[in-house]
């Protein structure tokens, strides 16, 4: 932080604020604390005649690669909110929100995805400004390799398994790396609704 969006000064220190625990941005002129939080990743999977939404990412990181539409929550819009915008900006898709599917908190990139199962309001989408292509898949189309990020790829998952039992369920839970190294395999601690 070079300045602080308070009062303009320059003189930004970072050390713990009384009644905290963890060091901040503390602005030494004005006071001003800053706090740097999580992002909200909000998003859906859009349902269609057996199929489901998938976009191919016209931007970093993962351009290139296919997951369902989602990105972060703004500001004055709830989470369900946030999914749809997502869903219109994406894939040109207009949905209507269903259930809360999925909430994963993922640590290790200061994020928490909120996922919704939706359904297309009509057979109409197409590929966003962030998009490359926005496609309809079965679960047999669903190209798996290319999936942009683990969290869509276990929320794909945990879909699909609901499928096959007849029911849906919340899931919940954390994605973290084993021992905090990035290069080891990803750990999924998952509860599921009954």
């Known amino acids: 932080m070079n300045f602080c969006s308070n009062c303009g000064s320059s003189n930004i220190g970072r050390r713990v604020p009384p009644g905290d625990h963890l060091p901040r941005y503390i602005c030494d002129a004005c006071g001003e604390i800053f706090y740097h939080n999580p992002k909200m990743v909000v998003g859906c999977i859009a349902q269609w005649a057996g199929k489901i939404l998938l976009v191919k990412r016209a931007i970093?990181?993962?351009?290139?690669?296919?997951?369902?539409?989602?990105?972060?929550?703004?500001?004055?819009?709830?989470?369900?909110?946030?999914?749809?915008?997502?869903?219109?900006?994406?894939?040109?898709?207009?949905?209507?929100?269903?259930?809360?599917?999925?909430?994963?908190?993922?640590?290790?990139?200061?994020?928490?995805?909120?996922?919704?199962?939706?359904?297309?309001?009509?057979?109409?989408?197409?590929?966003?400004?962030?998009?490359?292509?926005?496609?309809?898949?079965?679960?047999?189309?669903?190209?798996?390799?290319?999936?942009?990020?683990p969290v869509m790829r276990k929320t794909l998952e945990l879909y699909y398994e609901d499928r096959r039992n007849g029911y849906f369920r919340c899931h919940s839970g954390d994605i973290t790396y084993e021992n905090h190294d990035r290069r080891q395999a990803l750990e999924y601690a998952v509860s599921s609704s009954p």
Do not use: C
């Not at 997951?67 to 040109?92: F, K, S």
């Not at 809360?100 to 009509?122: C, D, E, R």
């Open 60 to 149: 970093e990181p993962r351009y290139g690669w296919w997951t369902l539409p989602a990105g972060y929550m703004e500001n004055q819009e709830t989470a369900g909110q946030g999914a749809a915008r997502e869903a219109r900006e994406e894939a040109l898709a207009d949905i209507e929100i269903g259930m809360l599917y999925t909430h994963f908190s993922i640590p290790h990139i200061n994020q928490v995805y909120i996922m919704y199962l939706a359904h297309l309001i009509g057979p109409k989408f197409g590929a966003g400004e962030e998009s490359l292509a926005a496609e309809l898949f079965s679960e047999e189309e669903i190209p798996w390799d290319e999936l942009a990020f």
